[in-house]
């Protein structure tokens, strides 16, 4: 087993029976008491944020995750199906595990999927910035461009976000998927 010394950020390790990965660890060693390791951690599958002392040199239990890219089908039901780029292999993965980016998911765009070492899918993460067609939208008017107002509009997957009023249907816009919020025209 590996020790606390071995400690990285971005690193996964079984904690209390969960997967967590670290996001912060900081070595410390006060005055004359014994060093540990303050180390911040998110639970990958809930999302919760963790904090916990790690004495120096204490056994923590890596967890190997490998990650590979993969280009999104179709959906069936509540599962995604995506394909391997090399061996063409169909992988069925849970919306759940995509977050909220499942929502700017567009066929044949190519996603990147974390499986633990029992090969189930942990995370699954889409491009950061997306180019989608706005679908429906209200018209906007004549000289609308000198306030920051925004209108909703409908995109090509269905998910709704808040535009510049002289955004139109038809034209392709690029959408930062972390926020949900447009980011500019796409000529």
Do not use: C, W
């Not at 670290?22 to 963790?50: C, D, I, S, W």
């Not at 169909?90 to 759940?96: I, K, L, P, R």
């Not at 990147?112 to 899918?121: A, C, I, Q, R």
Request: charge should be negative; aromatic fraction near 10%.
């Amino acid at each position: 087993m590996a020790t606390t010394s071995d400690l990285s950020r971005g690193a996964f390790i079984r904690f209390n029976g969960e997967l967590v990965q670290v996001l912060e660890y900081e070595h410390r060693t006060p005055g004359n008491l014994r060093a540990f390791y303050q180390v911040k951690m998110r639970n990958v599958r809930t999302g919760k944020l963790a904090e916990n002392r790690f004495r120096a040199g204490e056994a923590l239990e890596f967890v190997r995750v490998e990650t590979k890219e993969y280009q999104f089908l179709y959906k069936e039901g509540e599962s995604y199906v995506l394909m391997d780029n090399e061996t063409y292999d169909q992988v069925y993965v849970d919306g759940v595990v995509f977050g909220e980016g499942v929502n700017f998911l567009k066929e044949g765009m190519t996603v990147t999927v974390s499986f633990d070492d029992k090969s189930n899918p942990i995370m699954a993460e889409i491009p950061s910035f997306v180019e989608l067609e706005v679908t429906y939208t209200e018209p906007g008017l004549q000289g609308d461009t000198a306030t920051k107002t925004l209108k909703p509009a409908t995109l090509e997957t269905g998910a709704v976000i808040k535009v510049p009023l002289f955004v139109n249907m038809g034209e392709k816009i690029r959408v930062d998927t972390r926020t949900s919020e447009y980011m500019e025209r796409v000529k």
